[in-house]
């Protein structure tokens, strides 16, 4: 089968929460792409609309999903890209039904997820090289298969990231520490994944200042929330 036709089938499994006034917001992009700085600002001017809001990250976010997040991020071995995959999703599924599921289930709420399964595509499915076909058929069941209303992908190149890793001064984590032909596999993963979801993915140049990512992503969501 054409491997278009297959991945439109496989996303055909996918579904949006339908709680009115609910919404489940996502940020994705590499590090350094700005999702945390503007995680802050998407909360408070949702606050300020009268929604409650959720931020939560991935992986982790419940406290079996924590554990997870330092089994993958503070391994010294390298792990086979099909465990860390499994790792990840032992971690999203338990974020759905402890967190996000309830959550949206009360209106006026709003879930805003540092990463989500788009990070798996573009991770594992590109740059582990397990395809975003085999990562897409393992999110087919519930409650994996449920979609944010709106992903804000943070787009920035590696030179850029590198700048602002510098500046900030951590320690490198498992990924950070990969090469840089890992890093522009994830790139292009993930401008790949923006192009697989256009209705859901709005691509954003992130090399600009912080306060005009924010409008750009603030204008958006006023056509989202309405
Ligand atoms: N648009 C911007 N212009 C310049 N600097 C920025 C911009 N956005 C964020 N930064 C700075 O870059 C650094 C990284 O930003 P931030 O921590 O928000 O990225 P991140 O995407 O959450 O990274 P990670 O995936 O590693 O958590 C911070 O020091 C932040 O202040
Ligand atoms: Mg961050």
Redesign the pocket.
Known sequence: MHVKTKLNQLISFYRTPVTPESYFLSLE?I???????QIKNLERSLIDKGYRVLNLREPGGTEFGEKLREAILKSSTPLHPLAECHLFLASRAQLLKEKILPFLLQPKSVVVLDRYIDSTLAYQGKARGLGMETVLELHQHDPLNLLPHRTYFLDISLETSHE?QK??GQDKDYFESEKNEFYNKLIDGYREVAQLFPQRILKID?S???EK?SQMMLQDLEKILS
């Open positions: 992009g590090e350094g792409s700005g999702k945390s700085t602002r500046i900030r992130a600009v200042s912080m990512v």
